[in-house]
């Protein structure tokens, strides 16, 4: 029979495992979708998903893109689509909420987040923002 710490520590582990699962299973499913909605003459384009990243957008693009089922962000001139994050998002839905659509670099380079989340929010980068004029070249 386990003794009550050790009881209390397996808990607790499984409590983190189960808690870490949910984020990594929703980022697998969302890359096997993307393989599974690939035709098979196509080849994989950045831009085309998440960290792809050679999108380009206008501001007036991103603005479409700000309710909690479709969020995108501006961080330094780069387009991130934060939509299946916003729900995991530890300083909650509201935070990401009040820029979604718009320009959130301010916010995301506050002392709340450690060095790490920098590079983690690359995952989601779908492009960069533009100028309506250099949309079309």
Known sequence: MMSSDATSTMLGALLVAALLAVPVARFLAR???QLGTMSSSASALAGEGYGGGSG????????????KDDVWVVI?????????????????VESIM???GADATEGF??????S???DMVEEYLIGELVEESEKDK
């Not at 380009?56 to 309710?67: P, R």
């Not at 689509?81 to 909650?92: A, Q, R, S």
């Not at 380079?109 to 450690?114: I, T």
Request: aromatic share 10%; proline share 7%.
């Open 31 to 33: 890359q096997l979708g």
């Open 56 to 67: 380009s957008y206008t501001a007036a693009e991103v603005a479409k893109h700000a309710s």
């Open 76 to 92: 330094k001139g780069k387009v991130y689509d934060l939509t299946e994050f916003v729900d995991e998002h530890p300083g909650g």
């Open 98 to 100: 009040k820029r979604a």
């Open 109 to 114: 380079f506050g002392p709340q987040h450690p």
């Open 116 to 118: 790490r989340v920098h």
